[in-house]
């Protein structure tokens, strides 16, 4: 271990297979369940739509020149990652907003300037 | 095409020498106080920003290999190729959901490799020699398919193709490979870091002039889907099959559906469990700058699907098809042989420039991370465990080199298809590793022992599987996937299934048994941690004074 852990917060959550580990990764879940619900359906979402082929794999539509298969590929990238995006923000909220992590508190300058 | 056009060989020459330059210079950008530590010259001191971490990943993804091999599966067999399209698009909403926990643990815990952290998570030296182990064997054949890479286009280019001698024949490739060698050697992360954005430049003004300039010599879009689409109805005289499919049909003819699912999910786990994208991952310096990489990432994703259309392209350029047939039938090389037809030579130079440097890049970080994995895993774990960390870069620096002699090896000496297959392979390979890393992310919950057990059924199934598998033209190491129950089956799939099975069941019955679990290091806030300073060398001797100045 190189880095001694951050104990002063809260310790029930640190010590591995206490009740605490449970309750400390599920609460941020517990405090937005609605939050949280969009961004699992936003990540199922992006990987059932890509997995799942028979929605994709015709021919028909031509959208152009492109036979709807190919279309539906290229078109889809973009689309994965404003979905991402989104999740990103989403999760965001899910934090409590300053001194979360064990890097210390206060808002971090290095994360707006980036 | 025996003879070399001088201006295509002059502008590869020159932008290879600028690339070379790059690399070298490279060693004095965000230099470091003290280099001689593994966090600075096998993660380019952990402190890459969005910015870089874009282009440092996408270079090491989307490899050169990608450019010349996903067009070829496409010109060979069809739609199925486009799996590549459809797994680098669900990659990147499975990895958003694991690679941040392993980003924040590995920071907390300066873990350098994948295998670093299985063994603290675990408390097992054979559970993380088993990832080590997988790891290394897996990117040998993939270093070695960039250097076929950089061959295929130096053959169309006519290049040491005219003289009988093998050594003559692969001088080009062994200056090619010195000087990556030498400058991975001297630079180290931060080379291929600073190269990706040569590379990504010439690619990316390759692709796009193609994919305006291309259809309109070829009659449009249209035609060229029309011409495919033909092609791939038709019957193949020697396999009594259709050529390939023009999209993934439910029959149980040529490619299927399932089969097409399974290969695209088996390689979208598979990616990121490779160590060399796992350097990628670590060498940057914030959690954030991975999540919103996952976020722009699929834009490199766009650029893969406008490559693998090269492959109908070459179908519908009678002058291509008619090359690579002289060629002895290698679709390998449809893009070069598109390229050099389409293009004038000036641009065919650029392209040319951008596949070969876009070989460099991947193969400096795979040679990188596989010589981590030697270092820390093998090395220190088992031969040197008061290793010093200048002694660690030393030792990683020369085991680079000889993962590289490795991959030359085989890209000169096996026959071409052979390495192309241990890729497939590879993936099977690497993908046992999946469990073992990604449920450790989440919960220690297996047995070491069960989760040892699954890997090693899985590698066995799999490259038993993957060695039975026959074609009308090659009696193994046909293809990387295989009939399960019925359906065509990706092998990778399949094996991990096995994996995950044998490892559950093991460790229920373990548990009852009360087995006793190694020592878990890590700590459940540490995987969301988010530590903005680098972290302190764990062994910190006399070297590490000036290491202070970044610590708060």
């Known amino acids: ?114 | 095409m025996s003879h070399v056009n001088a201006v295509t060989f002059t502008i590869v020459v020159v932008l290879f020498l600028v690339v070379t330059g790059v690399g070298f210079a490279a060693a004095r950008w965000r230099r470091a106080e003290d280099m001689l530590h593994l966090n600075e010259w096998g993660l380019g001191g952990r402190g890459f920003g969005g910015f870089v971490t874009w282009f440092l990943l996408g270079g090491d993804l989307y490899t050169a290999y990608t450019f010349i091999a996903v067009p070829a599966l496409v010109f060979g067999s069809g739609a199925i190729g486009f799996y590549a399209v459809s797994y680098t698009i669900m990659v990147f909403p499975i990895v958003i959901i694991f690679l941040p926990r392993l980003w924040s643990v590995s920071r907390v815990h300066n873990y350098i490799t994948p295998a670093d952290f299985i063994r603290g998570r675990y408390g097992s030296r054979g559970l993380a020699l088993s990832a080590a182990f997988t790891g290394i064997l897996a990117l040998m054949p993939y270093i070695a398919l960039q250097l076929v890479g950089i061959q295929a286009v130096l053959t169309v280019m006519g290049v040491g193709t005219s003289s009988g001698s093998t050594f003559v024949k692969d001088l080009p490739l062994f200056i090619a490979f010195v000087v990556l060698a030498v400058f991975t050697y001297v630079s180290g992360l931060r080379a291929p870091a600073l190269i990706a954005f040569v590379k990504d430049t010439l690619v990316y003004l390759m692709v796009i002039v193609a994919v305006f300039y291309i259809p309109t010599r070829l009659g449009g879009w249209g035609h060229i889907f029309g011409v495919a689409q033909t092609h791939f109805a038709s019957i193949n005289p020697a396999t009594k099959k259709p050529y390939g499919t023009f999209i993934p049909t439910s029959k149980a003819i040529g490619s299927t559906r399932l089969d097409f699912a399974t290969l695209a999910l088996g390689s979208a786990l598979a990616l990121f469990i490779y160590p060399h994208s796992i350097t990628g991952t670590l060498a940057s310096k914030r959690r954030s700058v991975i999540k919103r990489n996952m976020a722009f990432l699929p834009l490199y994703s766009v650029l893969l699907a406008l490559i693998a259309l090269f492959g109908y392209m070459a179908i519908a350029d009678k002058t291509t098809v008619a090359n690579i047939k002289k060629a002895g039938g290698n679709s390998q090389l449809a893009v070069p042989y598109l390229f050099q037809h389409m293009f004038p030579s000036w641009f065919t130079g650029i392209a040319f420039s951008g596949i070969i440097i876009g070989a460099l890049v991947p193969a400096a970080i795979m040679s990188i991370a596989a010589a981590n994995l030697f270092t820390r895993n093998i090395f220190r774990e088992f031969f040197k465990p008061d290793a010093s960390p200048a002694l660690e870069t030393r030792v990683s620096r020369w085991a680079s080199l000889v993962v590289k002699l490795g991959a030359l090896y085989f890209a000169v000496e096996l026959p071409h298809t052979f390495a192309i297959n241990l890729q497939l392979l590879g993936g099977v390979w690497i993908l046992q590793v999946f469990p073992m890393l990604v449920a450790g992310l989440f919960s220690r919950w297996f047995d070491r022992w069960a989760l040892l057990t699954g890997w090693l059924a899985g590698m066995v199934f799999g490259t038993v599987a993957a060695y039975n598998s026959a074609s009308p033209t090659a009696s193994h190491w046909a293809s990387s996937s295989d009939i399960e129950l019925g359906h065509t089956v990706y092998i990778g799939f399949t094996a991990v299934l096995i994996n995950v099975i044998i490892a559950v069941i093991l460790t229920v019955i373990l548990r009852a048994a009360k087995v006793p679990q190694g020592a878990d290091e890590t700590l459940p806030s540490q995987y969301t941690a988010d530590p903005a300073d680098a972290p302190v060398p764990a062994n910190a001797g006399v070297s590490f004074g000036t290491a202070s100045g970044r610590v708060p």
């Open chain 1, 1 to 114: 271990m190189s880095q001694p852990p951050d104990r002063s917060r809260d310790r029930s959550a640190d010590r591995p297979g206490s009740s605490g580990q449970a309750e400390a990764r599920w609460a941020p879940i517990a405090a937005h369940p609605v939050t949280s619900a969009v961004i699992a359906v936003l990540i199922i979402a992006s990987i059932f739509f890509s997995l799942y082929v028979p929605i994709y794999s015709r021919i028909t539509p031509k959208i152009g020149d492109f036979p709807f298969f190919y279309f539906y590929l290229l078109v889809y990238m973009p689309a994965v990652s404003v979905a991402l995006l989104i999740v990103i923000a989403l999760q965001k909220r899910l934090r409590p907003p300053a001194g979360a992590g064990p890097a210390g508190a206060g808002p971090d300058v290095s994360e707006v300037t980036e």
